[in-house]
């Protein structure tokens, strides 16, 4: 059992950023993915960026924006979003793929003027 707990959500102005940080209830091996997705009014979830062993993929609308890093403890996933746009706009959740996929309660990003 993986328990994910997600911060650093909340309401920053177009071209502003934010981190959000994901703590896993146990340690998780650098060789498993660590990610974040997030879901949108009425859309499907959707990858946002990912970690494995250290390497990161992203999806393309957030390339160059955003930033995945794992913690030097063994059980965090960060995720640094710059330049946000209002379409960044979603309910973001941590996701730990071991034998089986756990995620997090999500964190609410608005971006609003």
């Known amino acids: 059992q993986v328990t994910l707990v997600e911060s650093g959500g909340g309401l920053v102005q177009p071209g502003g950023s934010l981190n959000l940080s994901c703590t896993a209830s146990?340690?998780?091996?650098?060789?498993?993915?660590m990610a974040w997705y997030r879901q949108a009014p009425g859309e499907q979830r959707e990858l946002v960026a990912k970690?494995?062993?250290?390497?990161?993929t992203y999806a393309d609308s957030v390339s160059g924006r955003f930033t995945i890093w794992r913690g030097t403890t063994r059980n965090t996933v960060f995720l640094q979003m710059n330049n946000l746009k209002l379409e960044d706009t979603a309910v973001y959740y941590c996701?730990?793929?071991?034998?089986?996929?756990?995620w997090g309660q999500g964190t609410q990003v608005t971006v609003s003027s």
């Open positions: 996701n730990v793929q071991t034998r089986a996929m756990w």
């Open positions: 146990v340690d998780i091996f650098r060789a498993y993915t």
């Open positions: 970690i494995t062993d250290g390497r990161t």
